[in-house]
């Protein structure tokens, strides 16, 4: 029974633990590289220049938010 209850928080604490990586974006890396492996096309990016090309993509999209939003 005991063996029982340690697999079983075991497990959610793993669930609990991919669910927080997911949800604040840091397994973002790894799910891009999933993702090249399927394709093949072109080269996978190193993990700084991912970075560098997520974090700039995301505040692309805040910047821009209200940008257009006054008709001149």
């Known amino acids: ?3 029982l209850l340690l697999d079983l928080a075991w497990w ?3 669930r609990g633990w991919r669910f ?7 397994d973002a890396y790894e799910r ?5 492996a399927c394709s ?3 080269a996978p990016l ?3 220049a991912y970075f560098d090309a997520y974090l700039e993509e995301k505040w692309r999209r805040y910047s821009a938010c ?3 939003s006054r008709p001149d």
């Open 1 to 3: 029974m005991i063996r």
């Open 32 to 36: 891009y590289l999933a993702a090249q």
């Open 12 to 14: 959610f604490g793993a």
């Open 20 to 26: 927080a990586r997911a949800w604040s974006g840091d």
């Open 46 to 48: 190193s993990r700084a």
């Open 66 to 68: 209200g940008r257009f």
């Open 40 to 42: 093949e096309t072109t």
